[in-house]
């Protein structure tokens, strides 16, 4: 996999009022259009949590679940989910198949009915509105496109269900198209398109109703790998343009970490874990998490102080850690440690290594991945996962090599085990 630590990304995110946005198009920055917003648009960071706003007031494109839960006779699809999304913000559900992330989807579009719990859209109780009530949009894995219609066809098919005018459903369709970077595709048959053309025309046909929020599920999942790293960029791009909430489920972390404002890890029905993406990745606080989301060594053992120091004791190893940043209870408690592959060293000797954990080891594989190069590391039955950047400095190792592998207190991460 490729290199996933997030890059710390200083974006500035668009919380709206309670008025309806037009598609109509103002001053444009670069080549793809920036729909225009009213004077009241005002700019906020997303943080983690819901926008600062005063008590009882409503935020349009603001989403929360209370107590979620959904069950099919004996299964529990959705146990108790909590959760709070800010208006304007990315957020991604991310988890494995059958966790439980559409089935939650599912219930915010109004597609399925909760067992237990509430939905609140835009501050408004939707739990028993219908979906077509509730003033969001979805896309779905599959295009579902109509193959006998054009592309403004499909694209107006809704807004003419809704009897939207003619002339204002082609401004609007023509809008679309220009933010998802087809114009002029019109006239074009459903069938004509490749498979990354028919998705914008998919996103299209959602965002020219203009929803309060844009709901998606997996909906790269079926492109070619180059064709959906380029529409996780697009797609961040229309969701930074258009300032609406984009709720995304995938079990893709590097499409969640490339394009999330947040992500919540959802395991067994359940949220394990909600954050940045940086946050998440760097101090997860479960061992599904960490394991989960990238690579990473996880070792299980008993924490332990002495003379001041914290100390792990794995079995085969002692690993040296840090009581900053971890929240855990100290002293005889039995605990899961994660060391990302990137934070760990190799050198030839300990001569060329400065780390506070360090041990003597053996190449037992090593895997080149074109800018990166992956290593096994056997340190006397426990094995130590590297991976490293090539670069013209980069010292190479082979199978067999005697190396020494490091890492400093603070790679340690310490989780409940």
């Not at 943080?47 to 008590?55: I, L, P, Q, T, Y």
């Not at 957020?91 to 219930?107: I, N």
């Not at 779905?140 to 054009?150: G, I, N």
């Not at 797609?235 to 999330?260: C, N, P, R, W």
Request: charged share 30%.
């Amino acid at each position: 996999m490729q290199d996933l630590t997030p890059q710390i990304r200083s974006s500035i995110r668009r919380s709206r009022t309670s008025s309806r946005r037009s598609l109509t198009r103002g001053p444009t920055c670069g080549p793809r259009p920036r729909l225009a917003r009213g004077s009241e648009m005002r700019s906020t960071e997303i943080s983690a949590g819901m926008s600062d706003v005063e008590e009882g007031q409503a935020v349009t494109g603001t989403v929360e679940l209370q107590g979620l839960r959904k069950e099919y006779d004996d299964i529990v699809a959705v146990d108790g989910v909590d959760l709070e999304v800010a208006s304007g913000e990315f957020l991604t559900l991310l988890g494995p198949s059958g966790c439980g992330k559409s089935t939650t989807l599912r219930m915010i579009s109004g597609l399925e009915t909760p067992t237990e719990g509430d939905v609140f859209i835009s501050g408004e109780r939707a739990t028993a509105q219908p979906a077509n009530k509730r003033n969001t949009s979805m896309v779905f894995q599959e295009w579902a496109l109509f193959p006998h219609m054009t592309v403004e066809e499909n694209i107006g098919f809704g807004l003419r269900m809704d009897g939207v005018p003619k002339d204002e459903r082609k401004g609007r369709i023509t809008e679309a198209l220009e933010l998802v970077e087809l114009p002029g595709f019109h006239d074009r048959n459903a069938t004509e398109l490749s498979g990354g053309q028919k998705q914008r025309v998919a996103m299209a046909r959602s965002i020219v109703r203009e929803p309060d929020v844009l709901l998606l599920d997996e909906p790269l999942a079926s492109l070619d790998r180059r064709l959906r790293q380029h529409m996780q960029v697009e797609l961040k791009a229309i969701q930074e343009d258009l300032g609406i909430t984009f709720l995304y489920v995938t079990h893709d972390q590097e499409e969640a970490l490339t394009m999330s404002d947040r992500i919540a890890v959802m395991n067994e029905g359940q949220i394990e874990q909600v954050g940045e993406t940086t946050e998440l990745y760097e101090r997860p606080t479960s061992k599904f998490v960490a394991s989960f989301l990238g690579e990473t060594n996880l070792f299980e053992g008993e924490l332990r102080r002495e003379n001041g120091r914290f100390l792990v004791e794995t079995g085969e190893l002692t690993v040296e850690t840090t009581d900053d940043g971890n929240d855990i209870d100290f002293d005889g408690n039995d605990v899961a440690l994660t060391i990302r592959p990137e934070r760990v060293m190799l050198a030839r000797s300990t001569r060329t290594l400065d780390a506070t954990n360090a041990w003597e080891g053996t190449v037992v594989e090593a895997v080149y991945k074109g800018s990166l190069k992956q290593y096994n590391i056997d340190i006397g039955g426990v094995n130590v996962h590297v991976e490293k950047q090539i670069n013209d400095e980069t010292e190479v190792f082979d199978v067999g090599d005697r190396v020494v592998v490091g890492f400093p207190r603070t790679a340690v991460r310490l989780v409940h085990s």
